[in-house]
């Protein structure tokens, strides 16, 4: 029992360095050759962790080599126009020019209630708004609203907005992020005195965030 309670971590460890060593996509954003790669990483790893008479490194050895697979196809997939449509396919436009096609609607397998699902995921309601819709390789819809739908931008109203810049976490659940407060040229004492503003000292917030205009925003944590 403790052999597979170890062998167990050990595989799990191995897995999540080879899929951190993968990128950072999301799993909906996985093209099909890592989709494919991610089960069967997946598979590898439950049969040794599972049955203790078999090699830990069954496992781990078709793991590492898969992890060497996915690099290579990675780097061929960059460099070569012509690998990346066979590895990953092309998008197919669904929606061109505000008419379903119906053509590619068949050829992806999609049905038309299942568009409907994609451009609500897409906050659009009404098909009659969209001007294109494109499935992404990676199986995701790109919606693009007609002129007349789309939202109002900054830009359109002829407005020069200043750069907000990034928002950083000087204190989760009470810690205090020092190398944050290093990026930003403060120090404790600074932060101690932005809290002190709202009553509390640092520890005892949940969260203390400041973004690119200089504005403080504090939680305090919930008293025990």
Request: hydrophobic residues 45%.
């Amino acid at each position: 029992m403790l052999i597979t309670f170890i062998r167990s971590i050990f595989l799990y460890i191995i897995v999540l360095i080879v899929m951190r060593l993968m990128g950072k996509r999301e799993i909906g954003q996985l093209q099909p050759f890592e989709l494919a790669i991610s089960i069967m990483i997946a598979d590898l790893a439950s049969t040794p962790m599972a049955d203790a008479g078999i090699p830990i490194t069954n496992g781990i050895i078709p793991i590492l080599a898969l992890l060497v697979m996915h690099l290579a196809i990675s780097v061929l997939n960059i460099k070569s126009i012509k690998a990346r449509e066979i590895l990953c396919g092309k998008p197919s436009i669904l929606i061109y020019k505000g008419r379903i096609d119906e053509k590619v609607l068949r050829k992806e397998r999609f049905t038309v209630n299942e568009l409907e699902e994609r451009l609500r995921g897409s906050n659009v309601v009404n098909i009659a708004d969209v001007e294109y819709a494109i499935l992404e390789t990676s199986g995701q819809v790109t919606v693009i609203q007609k002129p007349n739908k789309k939202n109002v931008t900054i830009e359109d109203l002829g407005l020069q907005p200043k750069a907000e810049g990034i928002t950083y976490d000087l204190v989760l659940d009470g810690k205090i992020m020092y190398k944050n407060l290093e990026i930003l040229n403060k120090d404790y004492n600074w932060l101690k005195r932005q809290v002190n503003k709202f009553n509390i000292l640092p520890e005892e917030a949940l969260l203390v965030t400041i973004d690119g205009k200089g504005d403080i925003f504090c939680q305090e944590k919930m008293k025990k």
